[in-house]
């Protein structure tokens, strides 16, 4: 377990410390234009401004993708856009407020974002900065103008936490290089990687796929902070699609990410891994739909690592409970436990690593210029806290780093690198003999192991079920006669949080990680998960909405003899 947790601790190396500030344009342009609209916006009458905020996204990307051996897109990028955020009225309230009665939020998750000149000249810069920043104020005074009203003829709050905390504000430079690619050698990797998918008829729609993102976020506001911080994204993607007779929709996807092409996998391994997909997508195929299923499950490492986000994560976003349309399943249970005492669950964005692989969650601030910081959730069992950004609810009153949002939204409080541990461990072999043991102790005919599942969704509005759904795309029934184990498809896992995680008996001592990217109201951005296998004594699954439309009437071209 130490040396489990031991490769947790990776954080930022020394080699990514801030560097010293040079004289750099866009962030001269942002400071400038962010100290003369401050100054004369907070002087307004109707509604003064209280905070301005300007986060600027510089981007360059590589994208190269090909299907059966032939390159069919390639891609050099760069780009820069702008967000402003404007509070307009005071921290305790403001035009973020929450309008009530009417099951939407008092103001849209989307905002309007600008694109700013890839070049550094001030003028140009400084107006598209100008332009925003007018349309923003204009939008903030009208909301706040709504939420004045919406607060005069409704009742009270349960949760009367104002509307905005206090951060420091640093000062900090570190701007990340887009890397060396050698474009060459990607071309012929995803030539002859996609190639493979060639001779195999039932494979309708495959790709592989090549990309790196460098993100430098530059960030300044009226407190006085001044952040520019950059990340690097790589990934190589595989995906195979087919459809069976009954018109059921089933893929394979296997992603590695790393922060550097260098890390990217030897193509051998690649190979070896798509050949095992090619294997499973064909037992899939082949598999009888299944029917709704109640009995013992594990969950392997991967796939708990997106069940621990998606069913418990998304409901310890801090915004969720102070929302009178949210469900606020934990909001009162802080210090009582929710899940077995064996387990706890902290999120911390400043792990760079876990053990060799790259956390694709890490950051060093986050998008409201705190600094990232360690959140701890569960405790041995007992909730602590929840992600906060600097939106206070009751009992947390400031941010700890996890106010995160993608281009063109507003910020909320969101995952970063979502880590569960156990020390309540067994090696995946014995974990699975115990799955056969509750299996007979159920009377059940087998059990199910779950090796992948993508993410479905998981409800937080008060107005619906608190339940969750996730896709399972690849698992196994498990007999406890010995028989080989026959694949699964067709199922959704579902049920409801408290009820779920209660039935947690023990874990694997096989920590992995996941890798992705989260879709929510403040839009899409990168994540990671880390967990052990967990074992279930009762999970319920339900079959998968399907298209129902026919497979192609022919068999691809060049799978003919």
């Given at each position: ?5 031991a ?19 866009l ?57 402003v ?36 000249d ?31 003829v ?104 790393s ?63 102070k ?29 760079y ?11 060093r ?110 698992g ?23 009820q ?50 026919k ?11």
């Open positions: 377990m130490k040396k489990l947790l490769a947790v601790l990776l954080a930022f190396p020394c080699a990514l410390g801030a560097q010293p500030v040079p004289s750099d344009p962030l001269d342009a942002m400071k400038t234009e962010l100290n003369r609209s401050a100054v004369k916006l907070k002087n307004a009458e109707a509604a003064p401004l209280y905070y301005l905020e300007y986060e600027a996204y510089d981007k360059t990307s590589y994208s190269l993708a090909a299907q059966e051996g032939s390159i069919y897109s390639e891609d050099d990028r760069r780009g820069r856009t702008l967000d955020d404007v509070r307009v009225g005071s921290a305790s309230l403001d035009n973020t407020h929450e309008i009530k009665g009417n099951n939407s939020s008092a103001s849209s998750d989307r905002q309007e974002a600008f694109t700013l000149p890839i070049e550094n001030p003028a140009p810069l400084r107006e598209e900065i100008w332009n925003l920043t007018d349309r923003a104020y204009k939008a903030a005074e009208d909301q706040y103008a709504k939420v004045k009203m919406n607060k005069s409704t009742a009270d709050e349960e949760d009367k936490s104002g509307d905005f905390s206090k951060a420091p504000a640093d000062n900090f430079y570190d701007k990340s290089v887009f890397p060396a690619i050698d474009k060459a050698k990607f071309r012929g990797m995803v030539r002859r990687l996609s190639d493979k998918f060639k001779p195999y008829d039932f494979i309708y729609d495959s790709d592989v796929r090549f990309t790196a993102d460098t993100v430098n976020r530059y960030m300044v506001n009226s407190d006085g902070a001044s952040i520019v911080t950059g990340n690097t994204y790589v990934r190589f993607i595989y995906s195979l699609y087919t459809r069976t007779k009954d018109g059921m929709d089933l893929s394979r996807v296997k992603i590695y990410d922060d550097t092409p260098s890390e990217m996998p030897d193509e051998a391994v690649i190979a070896k891994d798509i050949d095992a997909s090619i294997a499973e997508l064909k037992a899939l195929g082949a598999a009888a739909p299944e029917e709704p299923y109640s009995g013992p499950v594990i969950l392997q490492s991967r796939a708990a690592g997106v069940f621990f986000h998606e069913i418990l994560g998304h409901r310890l976003e801090g915004h969720r409970q929302s009178e349309e949210s469900g606020q399943t934990f909001a009162k249970k802080v210090g009582q436990p929710i899940m077995p005492d064996f387990l706890s669950v902290y999120d911390d964005p400043t792990q690593h876990f053990g060799p692989q790259f956390l694709r969650g890490s950051y601030y986050d998008d409201e210029t705190v600094p990232a910081q360690k959140a701890v959730l569960v405790e041995n069992g007992v909730l602590k806290g929840f992600l906060m950004s600097r939106s206070p609810i009751k009992n947390f009153p400031v941010s700890n780093g996890h106010g995160r949002r993608s281009e063109g939204h507003r910020v909320v409080a969101r995952m970063g690198n979502l880590v569960a541990t156990s020390t309540k461990m067994v090696p995946y072999a014995e974990l699975r003999k115990r799955l056969i043991a509750e299996v007979k102790k159920a009377g059940k005919p087998y059990g199910l192991v779950v090796t992948d599942i993508a993410g479905g969704f998981t409800i937080t509005e008060r107005y619906l079920p608190q339940s969750f759904s996730v896709n399972v795309t690849m196994y029934k498990v007999f406890p006669d010995g028989r080989p184990d026959e694949a699964v498809r067709g199922l959704n896992l579902i049920g409801t949080p408290l779920t995680f209660s039935r947690i008996l023990e874990t694997g001592d096989d920590y992995a990680v996941f890798n992705g990217s989260c879709g929510a109201e403040s839009g899409w951005v990168p994540v990671s998960s880390v967990a052990p296998s967990l074992l279930f004594s009762e999970m319920e699954t339900e079959k998968v909405q399907k298209s129902n439309t497979p192609p009437v022919l068999k691809p071209p060049f799978t003919d003899k």
